[in-house]
């Protein structure tokens, strides 16, 4: 079974469903070869406050075929790259709003990165190649399209210096396709050359690519096989952590000393350099698990199960648990400052928490998106996020 059919299972993520409790809350349509929610310009509210949902940015409804993307509905979408007179495009959307709460519908978009000068966002969307996509976010203005990989993208994410994106996705065909060099890339984001493929040993997909913060290293995991750490300069495997569950993240630490991960129902925090394990982090869910390293490296935030938050010290110690969320996924968990950090999840919920003066994590902000919530990323100014949905994305300002 591949991502892109409409049954939901613990192995792997984003299957199709959104799914709350036991109970289908949306599913979604074929379109094109992709799934979108069925969702339009008139089912979604007005500009998005905390606790709102977002409104559909674009131009007319289309009216092309499908290879100009498909026909938009309610209040349409961006201009089609290709054919027709506008309406969502599946492979992209030439004109993006960056205004906080307008959902662009530009696809089913897992993954999403801005750039750390701030110029830039990309997305990985679980569509058809091209499934990268990059736009200017002074004006908003379509910059490209990259190939991606055959069966979807699933994760962005820049080196530090700008110069690098890194993506990671699925191999069409699945399982049947295990370990092909392609489902992690690297690309020249001033070009959009294709510069080397990274030969991830995670299976038919992989969930993460992620650079460490001096940008030497790229860290990458997926559906099976190990947590790699890799050597960016020439590709060179440095170091292999076993897991035995999918891994849906794993992420440096600010030294780049750590990493920490969040597979199926036990993550963990491993020594970067030789990979021997460090502690366990428990309390984990069967699927979309995350953890993150706050700024300063003092502790830790990881989802869980039953929309459980946890925050964890440097040694791995427990410090406060509470139910977040009443989704059973939780997606992303995000830190924006030393103090504060985001979690959204497929119920379409986006969650602020931020430590009082006692240390302890309490709300501070919430926004409702009204379609599942995946990949999140927040703006180098610490200003505003970007969050990737089954209907597009949105920018949100904090």
């Known amino acids: ?5 409409t049954t939901v299972r613990s192995q792997g993520p984003r299957r199709a469903a959104l799914v709350v409790g036991n109970g289908v809350l949306a599913v979604t349509i074929a379109i ?11 089912s979604l509210a007005g500009n998005l406050g905390p606790g709102q949902g977002p409104a559909v940015q674009g131009g007319a409804p289309g009216t092309g075929t499908a290879a100009g993307g498909a026909s938009g509905s309610g209040a349409g979408g961006a201009p089609s790259n290709s054919g027709g007179s506008g309406g969502g495009t599946i492979g992209g959307c030439m004109t993006i709003s960056t205004a906080s709460g307008v959902m662009n519908p530009c696809g089913r978009t897992v993954g999403v990165a801005f750039s750390p000068e701030g110029q830039l966002v990309a997305t990985a969307t679980q569509t058809p ?17 990259l190939e991606g990989h055959s069966g979807g993208g699933f994760s962005v994410a820049f080196s530090p210096d700008g110069k690098i994106l890194a993506t990671a996705g699925e191999v069409q065909g699945g399982a049947d396709h295990v370990n092909d ?12 050359g294709h510069l080397r493929d990274v030969p991830a040993g995670t299976g038919f997909y992989a969930d993460s690519a992620q650079f460490s913060h001096d940008g030497t290293l790229l860290a990458t995991a997926g559906y099976w096989g190990p947590i790699q750490i890799w050597r960016v300069a020439d ?12 891994v849906y993240s794993a992420r440096f630490s600010t030294d780049d000393q750590r990493l920490a991960s969040a597979p199926s129902l036990m993550g963990g925090v491993w020594n970067a350099s030789d990979g021997s394990s460090l502690f366990s982090l428990p309390g984990l869910g069967e699927d979309m698990n995350d953890a993150a390293f706050s700024p300063a490296g003092d502790v830790i935030a990881t989802t869980g199960a ?9 040694a791995g110690t427990l410090l406060q648990a509470w139910v977040g969320h009443d989704v059973n996924y939780t997606s992303r968990v995000l830190w924006v400052g030393p103090d504060q950090f985001v979690s959204d999840d497929w119920g379409g919920n986006v969650k602020s928490w931020t430590r009082d003066a006692s240390g302890t994590f309490g709300p501070s902000g919430s926004w409702s998106l009204g379609t ?14 970007v969050v990737g949905t089954g209907a597009g994305f949105v920018f949100l300002a904090l």
């Open 32 to 42: 094109a070869g992709c799934e979108r929610d069925p969702l339009d310009g008139t």
């Open 372 to 385: 599942q919530a995946m990949g999140t990323a927040v703006s180098p100014d610490g200003a505003r996020l």
């Open 1 to 5: 079974m591949s991502r892109r059919e």
């Open 129 to 145: 190649p091209p499934n990268i996509h990059l736009w200017r976010l002074s004006d908003g203005a379509f910059v490209r399209d």
């Open 181 to 192: 060099p392609t489902i992690v890339r690297l690309w020249d984001v001033a070009t959009g």
């Open 306 to 314: 039953a929309g459980r938050l946890q925050i964890f010290d440097a």
């Open 235 to 246: 590709g060179l495997p440095l170091t292999s952590i076993p897991t035995s569950n999918t």
